[in-house]
T-cell receptor, first 116, second 112 residues
Framework: EAGVAQSPRYKIIEKRQSVAFWCNPI?????LYWYQQILGQGPKLLIQ????????DSQLPKDRFSAERLKGVDSTLKIQPAKLEDSAVYLC??????????????FGPGTRLTVT | SQKIEQNSEALNIQEGKTATLTCNYT??????LQWYRQDPGRGPVFLLL?????KEKRKERLKVTFDTTLKQSLFHITASQPADSATYLC???????????FGSGTQLTVLP
């Protein structure tokens, strides 16, 4: 079974530029998550999709971050404009979930973003 | 405020010993608690899930306990090996969408 795919693996941009990350979840997984992991911290949930609908985006800085999951499969996360404090690893995860239950999440390798 | 605390940032133990990692939480009512392993440069990998009505869960050399009165979970690795060296993350599942909130992790080093 193929795992969660993410690209690019690394990205370096200057502040105020824009950047986009792509994620392809495990086939058949209805729920997709984007996390931000700053060095030395645990992952922080940015947004959670159930199929192509947003379940939770309470921690997404909506003035600069946006995410979409068209057709309930692939997803993109965009930052525009980037700030220095956005430097982090952005992790995508997917899981088999039904409303009201919890399953293990499968994580991709992440995209390491450096904002200079 | 809500908080998840994992014991000491780093834990060193000798090969063959049992490693015990602690996860304490405040102001949560978790339905589930999960443990993940993360190696440098990689995404977390799921290890175990324990529900609020379960006291203990085992998987091979791993054991997790969950005490909702103490608001604490303990994660044990028995007969530890150098290959067990990694960062271990606990995560609380709560809310209507069962969102995961992660602790900051404990870096475990098993010395040969």
């Amino acid at each position: 079974e193929a795992g969660v795919a993410q690209s690019p693996r690394y990205k370096i941009i200057e502040k105020r530029q824009s950047v986009a990350f792509w994620c392809n979840p495990i086939s058949g997984h209805a729920t997709l998550y984007w996390y931000q992991q700053i060095l030395g911290q645990g992952p922080k949930l940015l947004i959670q999709f159930q199929n192509n609908g947003v379940v939770d985006d309470s921690q997404l800085p909506k003035d600069r971050f946006s995410a979409e999951r068209l057709k309930g499969v692939d997803s993109t996360l965009k930052i525009q404009p980037a700030k220095l404090e956005d430097s982090a690893v952005y992790l995508c995860a997917s899981s088999l979930t039904t409303v009201g239950d919890s399953y293990e999440q499968y994580f991709g390798p992440g995209t390491r973003l450096t904002v200079t | 405020s809500q908080k998840i605390e994992q014991n000491s940032e780093a834990l060193n133990i000798q090969e063959g010993k049992t490693a015990t990692l602690t996860c304490n939480y405040t102001n949560y009512s978790p339905a589930y608690l999960q443990w993940y392993r993360q190696d440098p440069g990689r995404g977390p990998v799921f290890l175990l899930l324990i529900r609020e009505n379960e006291k203990e869960k085992r998987k091979e050399r791993l054991k997790v306990t969950f005490d909702t009165t103490l608001k604490q979970s303990l994660f044990h690795i028995t007969a530890s090996q150098p290959a067990d060296s990694a960062t271990y993350l606990c995560a609380i599942s709560s809310g209507s969408a069962r969102q995961l909130t992660f602790g900051s992790g404990t870096q475990l080093t098993v010395l040969p």
